[in-house]
């Protein structure tokens, strides 16, 4: 129902009534916070890639002894936009090997590549579609694709190591 339904005088009841609330009773500065931060999230799957492939628990990738780490294969998507990551660990330590696959090359253009982990945030440029980033932290981590310092898309958490 919108105001344009309601009399006249129910309208102007409703507009007195709204005043006497934000005198009497008004929302706490960190609700108004709060309800901003939720609406921000509001399109916030439509940003956030899923994980499609996590070729450690469907087939081991390779075999290799402890010295030389394990590695596993995960991919991502969101659209027309995919990243494949070959993430390794190796005692204390991850390394990370990435590629960008982009059909339509808008989300790719210009893009830098952002690895969050608990303890470190680290930018990388894209080079043909490809990045790497050594010494992670082992533990969990994601990825993000930004722009301009705007973030375009991330991936979800995943484990390193």
């Given at each position: 129902m919108s105001t344009h339904d309601l009399h006249p005088d129910?309208?102007?009841l409703l507009e007195r009534l709204g005043k006497i609330v934000e005198i009497v009773d008004p929302v706490p500065p960190d609700v108004v916070e709060l309800g901003?931060?939720?609406?921000?999230l509001h399109h916030a799957d439509s940003t956030l890639?899923?994980?499609?492939?996590d070729a450690e628990t469907l087939v081991a990738l390779r075999s290799t002894d402890g010295a030389r780490g394990t590695?596993?294969?995960l991919v991502f998507e969101h659209g027309p936009v995919s990243i494949e990551l070959d993430v390794t660990g190796r005692g204390d330590f991850g390394r990370i090997l990435g590629v960008v696959v982009d059909e339509s090359g808008e989300a790719t253009a210009g893009a830098q590549v952002v690895l969050e982990t608990a303890s470190v945030t680290r930018t990388v440029d894209l080079?043909?579609?490809?990045?790497?980033?050594e010494r992670v932290p082992l533990g969990l981590a994601r990825i993000a694709l930004?722009?301009?310092?705007e973030?375009?898309?991330?991936?979800?958490w995943f484990d390193v190591g």
């Open positions: 129910d309208i102007e901003r931060a939720a609406f921000a890639m899923k994980m499609v492939t590695s596993h294969l080079e043909d579609d490809r990045f790497t980033f930004e722009r301009s310092g973030r375009i898309m991330a991936t979800t």
